[in-house]
């Protein structure tokens, strides 16, 4: 008996799908019914491939598979996010060029890529720090600046003084650099911006348009950040100097309770040009913050600092005169950066007015909820709060608040904005900022602009592109962006511009290289498409981006698998980009990716997140080179629902790896038994089709196929193990239990998981009877490309019963009986004395029979 040997099947079906570009020429011309399925763009790092990729990559293989035998025009594409750090940082440490190092990475991605037999269309692969990739990155920058979305203005920056170098905020660990350990501070720097602020509301209501998982949408909501509020005027002075300033609030509704007024410390330090004496006190405070990342600044309700101003402030609906205080807890760049101080209704300002012992008043008697009703709080119910024993809302009715008293919180904010309108406006905030840009990093994607002899920037022309990252770079930290060091690149500016014209030295931040790499994706396949067939790509394709036309037969993408973390900037960035270049014209949607779904994390078999460190870490390879990839991509999906977190079982890989043995065997010796058969008889009609399998496997092509479109690939395994095993149960007591056909079902709905060891059975069971060489490409029938099969209803809804026919306690045959006719004797034993092979072992006289209703008839003979 042959033995399923995974390495070798798996070694040739994947140099024969490659050989027959069997996934590749995916775009075509006529798009009838599209699935673009992607996955998320990833960073080609030096350690390979890890179990996770595998989980995700599967998953979305399975659905392109599966979908493709459903008759859809599937397009499923690959590429790289090649630009970023770490490339650089290895080159800093060693020398060796972040060119070389990516594509090192990249050739073995894709190397392990392809062991696992994901059916990517290769010749959509594109690499981020490719020419004629970054070339139109910087094309979209162009577009931006004419459309006045990309300007420079100062910004504060991470800096490291011992490192001279900026860093990216994932790069400051509590306030230190991750290299050195020394305290990272903040620098104003000349950056780039792109103005994503102009979609903030848009980037809001497309959410309404796509199928996303609710978590995800509600970080983008919350990133953005979008309230409602009031700016309201208070007049701040001292002996020497007065000025109006506005507080932004949430919370007018709680104006009589403010006690103090606290401003940021940018904002006071901009006072001195208004005639602004700062004390030393505010002046060295002023110098401390300035260490501080906004991130340090946000946390921590108990240890606020601050500094009283000796300024004060006149509320205008009061006149009550309040201090005010400098403190870094609040933003200069949020609202107005001047916060009213409320310590009875907001906490942050009530661990500041603990501290610096100011007054606490109630003004908003809160409601709270009784059997799921707002109820206002009376004596009895302010028990039972203050003992923790109920929810309140922070909403309620206004106390201490002069004719507002009693008036319901929503309400008292419209009467207060509208009796003190000179000095309460309505207003709308948003937390986005636009988007940095600027990196001064190597390895990325070099920012077109160069600067006239007066500094004035200008956009580097079409013509000129790809505006190209120079080689003669030298990696150290010098605190300077590297292409500083470039010879070429000044040159270039020059010999192009005239003399005195300088080039922008810094970088695009990396997420612009994957804000469109989606729209990417059909284009480059077809040039390729086109290459390999001697052909030059349309015009218009080489002019844009993207072809226009065949964007809009592709897009917006369908489904979207991306990790969860890390993805908020990434969606945002996508977004926008696709809403702005719709308004450009060259788009004709909204949203770029319509469904999105997160796969979980595998965890080490200690159930802890893998780690180097840890010794936790699973190698693909080194489970492929035992039992082939077919297990490890079966053994992922088994594991457990997709988007949950799942340790790794080795046991379980074992169990899966005798799954498809058993597979193999099965159907290796059904395939025999045919052939035996065939030879014998030379008729195919009767070969063995048990019913009762038959009925499984109908369930089964039934319910894997709804669990795939589910994403419930666990359970679609769970099935064919169940069906399996009746299999393997009934094949023990007799040998032929399927027909050719049920047996190519079965094989059929297994390709999606196991594709290789499918595809081998597949071209065993007769449909390709020579063995597949690239010579005959020709005659390559793939299973990977055979309709799904289909489940008949009849053989799955419980309208007959299968009973089993002995004869003197033999098994002999079994008939099928309709529900309503199981227990009707005289029909069930006229119809077992009908078959066939019942009826050879039926002679002499029947001396009496046994009727075991809805299972068995046992006819005695002698
Ligand atoms: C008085 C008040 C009373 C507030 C109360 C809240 C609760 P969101 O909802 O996040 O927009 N704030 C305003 N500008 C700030 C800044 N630059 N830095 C830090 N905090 C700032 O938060 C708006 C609330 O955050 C505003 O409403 C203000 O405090 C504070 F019971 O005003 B509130």
């Known amino acids: 008996m042959a033995e399923y040997n995974p390495i070798k099947i798996e070694q040739n079906w994947q140099k024969v799908w490659e050989e027959t570009r069997l996934f590749q020429g995916t775009v075509g011309s006529t798009v009838k019914d599209k699935l673009y399925l992607l996955f998320a763009f990833a960073y080609p790092s030096g350690s390979g491939l890890h179990v996770g990729h595998v989980e995700s990559k599967t998953a979305l293989d399975i659905l392109a ?95 490291c003084p011992s490192c001279q170098t900026v860093l990216a905020n994932e790069q400051v660990v509590s306030g230190e650099c991750e ?168 906490g942050r300002d009530g661990g500041f007015a603990d501290k610096f012992g100011l007054e606490k008043i109630s003004v908003v008697m809160p409601d709270v909820k009784i059997d799921g009703e707002w109820k206002v709080v009376d004596e009895e119910v302010n028990k039972q709060i203050l003992d923790g024993k109920l929810v309140t809302n922070v909403y309620g009715r206004l106390v201490n608040s002069g004719e507002f008293n009693d008036t319901e919180s929503q309400e008292a904010m419209k009467l207060i904005t509208s009796k003190f309108s000179d000095s309460v406006k309505v207003t709308v905030n948003y937390k986005l900022r636009d988007w940095l840009i600027s990196r001064q990093r190597y390895w990325g994607a070099p920012i077109p602009v160069v600067y006239d002899p007066d500094g004035v920037a200008h956009p580097v022309s079409e013509e000129h592109l790809p505006w190209e990252l120079p080689v003669d770079v030298e990696f150290k930290p010098t605190g300077e962006s590297p292409l500083r060091g470039s010879k070429e690149l000044k040159e270039r500016v020059e010999r192009l511009y005239g003399t005195g014209w300088t080039p922008e030295y810094d970088t695009m931040d990396t997420f612009v290289d994957s804000s469109w790499y989606f729209l990417r994706y059909p284009t480059k396949t077809k040039n390729e498409e086109l290459r390999t067939k001697n052909l030059k790509p349309k015009k218009s394709a080489m002019e844009l981006p993207f072809d226009t036309e065949l964007n809009k037969k592709w897009l917006p993408v369908d489904f979207y698998m991306i990790g969860p973390e890390h993805i908020v900037l990434h969606l945002l960035y996508a977004r926008f980009f696709t809403k702005f270049l719709r308004d450009c014209g060259y788009l004709e949607f909204d949203e770029p990716f319509m469904k999105m779904r997160h796969q979980g994390m595998i965890l080490g078999p200690d159930h802890k997140k893998m780690s180097k460190s840890k010794g936790n870490v699973i190698d693909p390879d080194e489970v492929i080179s035992k039992f082939g990839a077919d297990t490890l991509r079966v053994y992922e999906m088994f594991m457990g629902p997709i988007e949950a977190d799942k340790p790794w079982e080795p046991r379980s890989v074992v169990g899966i790896y005798r799954f498809l043995s058993k597979i193999y065997t099965l159907t290796i010796s059904a395939i025999e038994e045919h052939k035996s058969q065939i030879q014998s008889t030379k008729s195919q009609t009767n070969l063995g ?100 099969p289909v489940w008949n209803p009849e053989m799955i809804t419980e309208q007959s019963v299968i009973v089993a026919v002995q004869v003197n306690g033999k098994l002999r045959g079994q008939v099928e009986v309709a529900s309503d006719k199981v227990a009707d004797r005289d029909f069930v034993l006229s119809l077992a004395r009908k078959n066939e092979n019942v009826a050879k072992w039926l002679v002499g006289d029947v001396k009496k029979e046994v009727f075991i209703p809805g299972k068995l008839v046992n006819f005695v003979v002698v």
């Not at 309404?208 to 208070?234: A, L, M, Y």
């Not at 479109?709 to 095993?725: D, G, P, Q, S, W």
């Open 689 to 788: 089709n048990d019913q009762n399998l038959k009925r499984v496997l109908h369930k089964t092509i039934k319910v894997v196929g709804e669990d795939i479109v589910n994403l419930k690939f666990n359970t679609a395994i769970a099935r064919m193990m169940e069906f399996v095993n009746e299999w393997q149960k009934i094949g023990n007591n007799k040998k032929e239990v399927m027909s050719n056909a049920d047996l190519e079902s079965f094989i059929k709905i297994l390709a999606p998981f196991a594709p290789f060891l499918a595809e081998e059975l597949w071209q065993k069971i007769g449909n390709n009877e020579k063995e597949v060489m690239s010579n005959d490409k020709q005659q390559f029938v793939s299973v990977h490309m055979q309709p799904w």
């Open 179 to 346: 290299r050195c350990g020394s305290k990272v501070v903040q620098k104003s720097l000349e950056q780039w911006y792109f103005r994503i602020t102009d979609y903030k509301d848009e980037l809001i209501e497309g959410l309404d348009k796509v199928d996303w998982p609710k978590p995800t949408e509600d970080q983008q909501v919350n990133w953005i950040g979008r309230s409602e509020g009031h700016h309201v005027k208070f007049k701040i002075q001292n002996d020497k100097f007065q000025k109006e300033t506005e507080v932004f609030t949430t919370r007018l509704d709680t104006i009589f309770g403010v006690s103090f007024l606290v401003v940021a410390p940018e904002v006071i330090a901009s006072w001195v040009g208004d005639g602004l004496e700062l004390s030393p006190e505010v002046s060295n405070y002023i110098e401390q913050t300035k260490g501080k990342t906004e991130e340090d600044r946000r946390i921590g309700e108990k240890d606020k600092t601050g500094v009283d101003t000796g300024l004060t402030a006149i509320n205008p609906v009061n006149k009550k005169e309040v201090p005010v205080y400098v403190a870094d807890y609040v933003l200069a760049g949020y609202g107005t950066g001047v916060v009213m101080g409320v310590p009875a209704h907001d």
């Open 65 to 159: 598979r599966y979908n493709r035998m459903n008759g859809k025009d599937v397009f499923f594409p690959v590429g790289w996010d090649a630009f970023g750090l770490p490339a650089e940082n290895y080159a800093i440490k060693t020398g060796v060029h972040p060119s070389e190092t990516t594509k090192k990475a990249i050739n073995t991605f894709r190397t392990q890529i392809k062991r696992i037999g994901i059916s990517y269309d290769w010749d959509s692969e594109i690499a981020t720090s490719h020419p004629e990739y970054y070339r139109w990155t910087q094309w979209i920058f162009l577009k931006l600046f004419e459309k006045g979305l990309a300007y420079k203005k100062p910004g504060m920056v991470n800096w």
